[in-house]
């Protein structure tokens, strides 16, 4: 088991080899990038040209019913899929469910499985792949919260103003509406049980004029008052462009990626033929003209942009530049990471893992400590040139990034020279120009750093614009669809980063800056999370002074040069690979515990 790394790509011969063995099987991975990671590494060993499909969101709406087509006739030996094919999915000839790397919930994991042997009476068989030991253990908790039927909670959630400014606007656009009958009604949904009556005043009017700041542009008032008192759309042109807006889920604005070809004539101009799927426009900014990327299980290279077209050329016999256009990441489940760090301190569950991994968390206790659940640990070591401080909070990629933005601040001001951070979902690391070996921990991890430094954080942070962006969206403010004409996102980013920064200079308390705010901090950033995480954390801080790397390290470390944070960190892009660290890690270990590696 490999001591690093997110994939799964070791295990592939053995996912292989149980596609063999199996009539039909779905591959199950967490993101974008690992479907087509996965589905490539296949391909490549595929020796006996097994029939195998490709099925994520980003692909083309035809190619995705082939695919579906294609399983319900039995034409396929497997299908590598995201969470597109978990929901709704009731094929009885399913065989086998293998999930590609950890789960990150055991509700997830229950929900992937039921997909095998949908018949009655029948079990539903599945393989878990973990991609690194911290993912074994993972993956051992998950199985273990699922045979206790222990599975994951959702927080309850509070109905957003943005969202309810939509529902104003669509009831003025079905017929006058008094604001007492309407309050009436909205309080009586859990989610606004306790909006108060000047919050939903509030709302009204933003719906009526666009707030304080926008009261005086024509253009953002979209419901009148009647003589009757009734509130109703101000014409029938804003209600079709209401309508043509309305929904509550925004995308990220992308572009139709299609097989570029020439049109005839001197110029020789590229046009858009076949669609392939469609990708983030933010991807192809950073492209440029015959950059190749991994997209719908092939290699194409990026030929420009026309229009909301991303046009592309097959690039066949060449390796891809960029690996793929990314995908966001599930987060790591609150119930399983309590349950993943009550294992680590268990010594006596460790004889259900594997016995490389028993001698891994050996090493890590003897170089330096195991992790309590109820406490942080935090490494502190030079490597090079720098030094490094690394913690095990075992509370997702978003809690972390969030901590480490916030420490990073903290360190700034104490002098130590912070230089960048790299987060995994169980340890993130700091590292710094200056030793950071004497600080005080408990005044660094102090919960107050959720007031001023997060205020002042996200005040700087392009987060806010983002969160804006989609805020504006579903609130009405800003409208993407209009007859006979659709912006592109670098459209509708550009009108509403001018409105953000109105609005920040002369209503910074402007319904939907609260509203972005509000979003970011439980979205983007998972501040709840983290709060909960400093007050578990509080006076429980355990600081191990090491010389080198601890094994826990290695999987954090290696993250260090595929992302960056700042140009101050340039001179610290490590290229040190995952062996050479084990190798760091390994010098002098005891006899027995030379398995490990």
């Known amino acids: 088991m490999p001591w690093a790394g997110h994939t799964g790509q070791h295990a592939i011969p053995e996912v292989y080899a149980a596609i063999q063995r199996s009539g039909l099987s779905l591959i199950f991975v967490n993101t974008r990038w690992q479907c087509e990671f996965v589905f490539q590494q296949l391909w490549a060993i595929n020796d006996e040209s097994l029939p195998i499909g490709l099925h994520h969101g980003s ?44 789960p990150k919930g055991s509700s997830r994991l229950v929900q992937r499985i039921g997909r095998a042997n949908h018949r009655l009476d029948e079990p539903s068989r599945a393989l878990m792949v973990p991609a690194s030991r911290f993912e074994l253990l993972e993956c051992q908790a998950a199985k273990e919260a699922v045979a206790d039927n222990a599975f994951d909670w959702e927080p309850h959630h509070i109905g957003t103003l943005d ?44 719906v009526a004029t666009g707030g304080y700041a926008l009261r005086t542009y024509d253009r953002f008032a979209r419901i009148v008052r009647t003589p009757e008192g009734r509130w109703t759309v101000r014409n029938q042109l804003i209600a079709q462009r209401h309508r043509m807006n ?15 070809s020439r049109r005839g004539g001197a110029s020789k101009q590229l046009i858009g033929g076949r669609k392939v799927g469609e990708a983030e426009e933010w991807y192809f900014e950073q492209l440029t003209p015959g950059d190749t990327f991994v997209f719908a299980g092939q290699v194409w290279a990026f030929q420009g942009i026309n229009g909301m077209d991303a046009l592309v050329t097959h690039a066949t016999g060449k390796d891809p530049k960029i690996p793929s256009w990314g995908g966001s990441q599930f987060p790591l489940g609150t119930s399983l990471a309590a349950r993943v760090r009550a294992m680590i301190q268990d010594r006596d ?39 490094f401080m690394v913690a095990y909070p075992f509370e997702g990629r978003l809690a972390h990034s969030t901590l480490c933005m916030l420490l990073t601040r903290r360190l ?12 995994t979902d169980y340890s993130f690391a700091i590292w710094s120009i200056k030793p950071m070996d004497a600080l005080d921990w408990d005044a660094l991890f102090q919960p107050d750093m959720l007031g001023d430094d997060l205020e002042a954080w996200l005040e700087e942070s392009f987060m806010m614009k983002r969160t804006f962006r989609s805020c504006a969206l579903v609130s009405g403010l800003i409208e993407r669809r209009q007859p006979g004409a659709e912006k592109t996102g670098r459209q509708v980013t550009f009108s509403t980063d001018l409105i953000y920064d109105v609005l920040r200079r002369h209503q910074p308390d402007h319904l939907l800056l609260r509203t972005a705010r509000s979003d970011a901090a439980s979205g983007l950033l998972d501040v709840a999370r983290l709060g909960q995480l400093l007050s578990r954390i509080a006076g429980h801080i355990r600081h191990a002074a090491l010389e080198r790397a601890s094994p826990f390290c290695v999987p954090v470390l290696v993250m260090i040069g595929r992302e960056r944070v700042g140009g101050d960190a340039a001179d610290m892009i490590l290229e040190a690979s995952a062996q050479d660290l084990i190798d760091e890690v390994m010098e002098d270990a005891p006899p027995e515990l030379q398995g490990a590696a």
């Open 246 to 260: 309305v929904g509550a889920i925004v995308a990220a604005g992308t572009l139709n990626v299609k097989v570029a």
């Open 412 to 423: 700034d001001r104490l002098g130590v020279g912070p230089l960048g951070f790299v987060v």
């Open 163 to 206: 969202t309810l400014a939509q529902h104003v606007m669509g009831v003025a656009c079905s017929e006058p509406f008094d604001m007492d009958d309407l309050y009436t009604e909205v309080t009586g949904c859990s989610p606004y049980r306790g909006l108060s009556y000047e919050a939903f005043e509030e709302v009204v009017d933003f």
């Open 59 to 102: 692909l083309a709406a035809e190619q995705r019913r082939k695919v579906e087509a294609a399983m319900a006739r039995g034409d396929l030996r497997a299908v590598v899929c995201t969470s597109t094919l978990d929901l709704g999915i009731d094929w009885g000839d399913v065989d086998l469910v293998i999930q590609m790397a950890a």
């Open 349 to 387: 569950h460790w004889r259900v893992l594997p016995v490389d991994v028993q001698e891994w968390l050996e090493l890590q206790a003897e170089r330096s400590m195991i992790p309590d659940a109820d406490s942080l640990l935090i490494e502190t070591f030079p490597r090079g040139s720098r030094h």
